[in-house]
């Protein structure tokens, strides 16, 4: 999780970079994006892995097929 944040961070700062070239910026907002999903989606995950009550299972769904003979 620690890397994500440090690679948003650098993404950060190449977008407010006064040196990064027209049409790039983009790129890196791009980046942010997706880190920020990443990210909390570990985050979730690391929460529900973490949480006594998310290791209870339930059923499978039955199948909606029928066979039809």
Known sequence: ME???EL????QRQTN?????M???MFYRYQQYLIDEAATTVGALLKRSSS??????????????????
């Open 8 to 11: 948003r961070a650098r993404c």
């Open 23 to 25: 049409g790039d910026e």
């Open 17 to 21: 970079s006064i040196v990064t070239p």
């Open 3 to 5: 890397r994500l944040v």
């Open 52 to 69: 006594p009550t998310s290791r209870s299972t339930s059923p499978a769904a039955p199948s909606s097929r029928e066979s039809k003979n």
